[in-house]
């Protein structure tokens, strides 16, 4: 990458790079981007066969990064995701052996079959980048995301997530069956072989890390982080909504607004970043109340009803 402005050439080579292998999911495919170069990590919640874990696999190759997939199920233990000190009878003494979770990219894949416990191993390290393990800390690799994929609450064997380790994750995407038009052209790219294993990097680690640096430098004026706040502000009020959003959700769509707009070719946020990037970040972070979960209300409505609400700034 050279000293000038060139990541957006490199964003526009990820997206096709993606784009072989997902097909007509172009937004969803903007928002992954997004996460990695706010430096997020994203769970994406659909039913099984949509291609959660095929993008999580074509986003590893195509940043030239260490990929680890851990398969979450009830009897997972956090020694099986972070690691544990293996006793060595030779010399008599406990060696340190990582665990999966020492990668760029960590696929936990159906993170919501596993317990609590287990998912909790995670939570250190989507926040904080390191691992406490036996008292001492590891420091992760950078640059470091999670994609989790977790399938719908009412299927059968699943946990819900904790509100904690809800937060951590930047955003939630819901991919969704793709049109008819583009399962068929699917159907073709897969006959001989999977579009993933063709997949060559387009973008170095190294790159992706000064990039994340860049996306901090982005501007974001007084007027539009009011707007962020006074977003956030109307989820903690709201009759529909149980728990409202962290100030980490705050934090979190600043970011994750910074780096839309650097994907975009701009050095400054822009209202609309804001008003797109609403429901991907804040609704996973609030909980309904009882009688709007019942009453037909959805998070993802009650965001874009407040959004619209809110008076935007000029």
Not at 5 to 18: E, F, G, K, R, W
Not at 127 to 142: D, K, M, S, V, Y
Not at 148 to 176: C, K, S, V, W
Not at 223 to 248: E, F
Request: one cysteine or more; charged letters at 20%.
């Amino acid at each position: 990458m050279s000293n000038k402005q060139s990541v957006p050439d490199y964003i526009t080579a990820l997206h096709t790079n993606l784009a072989r292998v997902i097909q007509g999911k172009p937004e969803s495919i903007d928002l992954v981007i997004i996460a990695l170069a706010a430096n997020g990590s994203v769970l994406m919640e659909d039913v099984p066969g949509v291609g959660k874990t095929t993008l999580a696999k074509a986003l590893a190759r195509s940043i030239d990064a260490e990929m680890n997939r851990v398969q979450f199920t009830p009897d997972l233990l956090p020694a099986d995701i972070l690691g544990a000190s293996v006793y060595n009878p030779v010399d008599g003494t406990f060696h340190f052996r990582k665990g999966p979770i020492f990668c760029n990219v960590l696929l936990a894949d159906e993170i919501n079959r596993a317990s609590p416990r287990t998912q909790s191993a995670l939570l250190e390290a989507m926040n904080e980048w390191q691992a406490t393990i036996e008292g001492e800390r590891h420091a992760l690799p950078e640059p470091f995301l999670v994609i989790a994929t977790q399938n719908p609450i009412e299927f059968h064997g699943t946990y819900p997530l904790p509100e904690a380790q809800l937060d951590r994750f930047l955003m939630q995407i819901n991919l969704g069956y793709p049109a008819p038009e583009h399962e068929i052209a699917m159907l073709h790219a897969q006959a001989q072989s999977h579009p993933v294993d063709a997949l060559t990097p387009v973008i170095t680690q190294t790159d992706i890390v000064a990039m994340q640096f860049k996306v901090r430098s982005v501007t974001v004026s007084d007027p539009v982080s009011r707007y962020i706040v006074d977003i956030v502000n109307a989820t903690r009020g709201d009759a529909r909504l149980k728990v409202g959003v962290s100030p980490r959700g705050s934090l979190m769509l600043f970011r994750a607004a910074q780096a839309a707009a650097f994907c975009s070719g701009r050095n400054y946020v822009l209202p609309d970043d804001v008003q797109r990037l609403a429901v991907p970040v804040l609704a996973h972070r609030v909980v309904l109340t009882s009688k709007a979960k019942y009453g037909g209300n959805g998070k993802s409505e009650v965001i874009t009803d407040l959004v619209s609400a809110i008076k935007v700034p000029t």
